[in-house]
């Protein structure tokens, strides 16, 4: 399998659920990314990982937990969501921090709903 | 700080008309790369272009075409003839030294037969 792959890609939960967000790279990336994509506003950044280390946190409410356990593996771990926090969930990857040379490769996104 | 502004929230045309999606972008770095995506339904992010800031030569890709003009800061994209099957949110894109990809708001295009 090649690209970056997320899993599941559409997810309902509760607002007192627990659940992680899966991404999965098979390109040889060192960088990795967390996006979140909601109705009529930018995407955000949200989490910046490179050679398995954060190196970005935009403010991210401590709800949203990131874990990064080898440079092909990228979790997202959701806990006491607020139906705000719907949205499109888009992860990707890059060859180098920030990808200039080569752009990002975006997986398909967990489209999230929190009831 | 880096920003990109896509001041077109929507485009609807016909099939077969051109269309112009603009971008124009702000940075203080001096060697930057910009880009264009498109996300389809589905979601995913489909990489479309990369320019880097020392290349102003304008692109040609079959019925896509982009148009860098570092004087207005602006990075335009252009799809001629028009198909259905173009419809898709459009974003634009930028990076310097920072670690991190700068998207605009993004462009909706909706093309009817």
């Known amino acids: 399998e090649t690209g970056v792959t997320q899993t599941p890609r559409h997810l309902v939960m509760g607002m007192t659920n627990k659940k992680s967000l899966k991404c999965e790279q098979h390109l040889g990336h060192n960088a990795m990314y967390w996006y979140k994509q909601s109705a009529k506003k930018p995407l955000e950044l949200m989490f910046v990982y490179s050679l398995e280390e954060r190196v970005e946190n935009n403010s991210v409410p401590s709800r949203f937990s990131p874990e990064c356990p080898n440079s092909s593996h990228l979790f997202l771990h959701l806990h006491t969501l607020q139906p705000e926090d719907s949205a499109l969930y888009l992860c990707?990857?890059?060859?180098?921090?920030?990808?200039?040379?080569?752009?990002?490769?975006f997986g398909s996104g967990t489209r999230l709903t929190v009831v | 700080a880096q920003k990109v502004t896509q001041a077109q929230t929507e485009i609807s045309v016909v099939e077969k008309e051109d269309v112009t999606l603009d971008c124009v972008y702000e940075?203080?770095?001096?060697?930057?790369?910009l880009f264009w995506y498109k996300q389809p339904p589905s979601g995913e992010l489909v990489f479309l272009i990369r320019r880097n800031s020392f290349d102003e030569q304008n692109e040609i890709s079959g019925r896509y075409s982009w148009n860098f003009q570092k004087s207005t800061s602006s990075f335009n994209f252009t799809i001629t003839a028009s198909q259905v099957v173009d419809s898709a949110v459009y974003f634009c894109a930028l990076t310097g030294t920072a670690s991190k990809l700068t998207f605009g708001t993004g462009t909706r295009l909706q093309v009817t037969l």
């Open positions: 990707a990857s890059s060859q180098e921090l920030g990808g200039g040379l080569y752009g990002y490769t």
């Open positions: 940075t203080r770095d001096t060697t930057y790369y």
